[in-house]
Nanobody, 118 residues
Framework: QVQLVESGGGLVQPGGSLRPLCAAS????????IGWFRQAPGKERELVET???????NYAESVKGRFTIARDNAKNTVYLQMNSLKPEDTAVYYC????????????WGQGTLVTVSS
């Protein structure tokens, strides 16, 4: 069984930084794309940033220049460095990964809450 566990969310003031991480565990043969989505209250879940096994990234324009994704393949972990946070970044951040266990499948974490407020 594969699990994704996020940590590192919290409350931060506008302009501050956070660095949540997502660790994948279980029967993992390979991870293709892994990354972050977010869902604000009353809104649909949206892409934040993802990274492929080859290091190619895909990100939302709203986080360009402020957020940076990185992955540690040896640890099956992905990080999201979030700088210059804004109140509109407030959301539950979910980890998502396309993983080969017995077969290829998408997995989601339980989410970590990021609140940007003074």
């Amino acid at each position: 069984q594969v699990q994704l566990v996020e940590s590192g969310g919290g409350l931060v003031q506008p302009g501050g930084s956070l660095r949540p991480l997502c660790a994948a565990s279980g029967s993992i043969n390979r991870i293709n794309v892994i990354g972050w989505f977010r869902q604000a209250p009353g809104k649909e879940r949206e892409l934040v940033e993802t990274i492929t096994s080859g290091g190619n990234t895909n990100y939302a324009e709203s986080v360009k220049g402020r957020f940076t994704i990185a992955r540690d393949n040896a640890k099956n972990t992905v990080y999201l460095q979030m700088n210059s946070l804004k109140p509109e970044d407030t959301a539950v951040y979910y980890c998502n990964a396309h993983i080969l266990s017995l077969w290829w499948q998408d997995y989601w974490g339980q989410g970590t809450l990021v609140t940007v407020s003074s």
